[in-house]
């Protein structure tokens, strides 16, 4: 079955305390791996897309890494505005087309 | 920047009625998707639209939905005979010329079937 599970489920950080947010994922055909952003109301908003293992991307403070069963989004020396719920998601390829499977999220709390 | 606009933000519908919910996507965007989440739930895909025809469909995007581009800048969403397991945020998302670019999401629809 395809799964897509992140962990922590909450995470609560001092500002400029680094820490890292974990995606492993069980699908076959993997076709990308996708991180997001969401805000309190508001629709995810891409951070990065990775497609193979070995894989790295950089955004200000964040940094999305791959490796063959998990994706890992690290966050450095982290602000108040990163509060955040932070979303994965992998594209896998199917007899019908491409399917999308998003994981829970982890629920990222800065504070000042 | 340009951004992928929903309306209306919040619908109440009574169960058994139809609901269409809209999305204008990015103007030269020529990937469409809608995603539905449930409270407390993941995210999940529902269906993708490329060239005026369905691509993909999930399990979930039965014969009780159905997708459009009624014209050149809209993408509907229509839920026929509503259940009150159809109660969600709804989310429309588009992406550019190519299938694997970014997908840009607008702030969804919450659905709430009473």
């Known amino acids: 079955e395809d799964q897509v599970t992140q962990s922590p489920e909450a995470l609560r950080l001092q500002e400029g305390e680094s820490s890292s947010l974990n995606c492993s994922y069980t699908?076959?055909?993997?076709?990308?791996l996708f991180w997001y952003r969401q805000d309190p109301g508001k629709g995810p908003e891409f951070l990065f897309t990775?497609?193979?293992a070995g894989e790295e991307k950089e955004k200000e403070r964040l940094k999305a890494t791959l490796t063959k069963k998990e994706s890992f989004l690290h966050i450095t020396a982290p602000k108040p505005e990163d509060s955040a719920t932070y979303l994965c998601?992998?594209?896998?390829?199917?007899?019908?087309?491409?399917?999308?499977?998003f994981g829970t999220g982890t629920s990222l709390t800065v504070i000042p | 920047e340009p951004e992928v606009t929903q309306t209306p933000s919040h619908q109440v519908t009574q169960m058994g009625q139809e609901v269409i919910l809209r999305c204008v996507p990015i103007?030269?965007?020529?990937?469409f998707y809608w995603y539905r989440q449930i409270l407390g739930q993941k995210v999940e895909f529902l269906v993708s639209?490329?060239?005026?025809?369905?691509?993909?469909k999930s399990e979930i995007f039965d014969d009780q939905f159905s997708v459009e581009r009624p014209d050149g800048s809209n993408f509907t969403l229509k839920i026929r005979s509503t259940k009150l397991e159809d109660s969600a945020m709804y989310f429309c998302?588009?992406?550019?010329?190519?299938?694997?670019?970014?997908?840009?999401f607008g702030d969804g629809t919450r659905l709430s079937i009473l």
């Open positions: 998302a588009s992406s550019g010329q190519f299938r694997n670019q970014p997908q840009h």
């Open positions: 699908v076959s055909g993997l076709r990308g």
């Open positions: 990775l497609y193979s």
């Open positions: 998601a992998v594209q896998a390829v199917r007899d019908t087309g491409n399917q999308f499977y």
């Open positions: 103007s030269n965007h020529l990937y």
């Open positions: 639209f490329y060239n005026n025809e369905i691509s993909e």
